[in-house]
């Protein structure tokens, strides 16, 4: 079992930056990959961004790629989110996610079904 504890959302004015934690514990070791999805009112799911905790190496959504940055810290079992030039359409509840196997692509990590483990989600609000 993997727990996931998001933190750091809140209320910004477009243009402002915050920045998302996800403090995972349990069977941390046996996660592959970890990412960030947000959920809009009346919408799906959508992803946001990824990130292997073996080598770092990272993924985005297009909507938020060159704004947002995604990273880790290994030994504190936490993944952050750094959200800047936010827009009001970033508004949404923002889940971390745990997936325990190994993606041959990055498209695979962007599919919301593959993960295992969700937090339970912080609000981000953007105004204009």
């Known amino acids: 079992q993997v727990q996931l504890v998001e933190s750091g959302g809140g209320f910004m004015q477009a243009g402002g930056s915050l920045r998302l934690s996800c403090a995972a514990s349990?069977?941390?070791?046996?996660?592959?990959?970890m990412g960030w999805f947000r959920q809009a009112p009346g919408k799906e799911r959508e992803f946001v961004a990824a990130i292997r905790w073996s080598g770092g190496s990272t993924y985005y959504a297009d909507s938020v790629k060159g704004r947002f940055t995604i990273s880790r810290d290994n030994a504190k079992n936490t993944v952050y989110l750094q959200m800047n030039s936010l827009k009001p359409e970033d508004t949404a509840v923002y889940y971390c996610?745990?997936?325990?196997?190994?993606?041959?692509?990055?498209?695979?990590?962007?599919?919301?079904?593959?993960?295992?483990?969700w937090g339970q989600g912080t609000q981000v609000t953007v105004s204009s």
């Open positions: 349990g069977r941390t070791f046996s996660s592959y990959a």
């Open positions: 996610a745990a997936d325990q196997t190994y993606r041959s692509s990055w498209y695979q990590s962007s599919m919301s079904r593959v993960y295992d483990y």
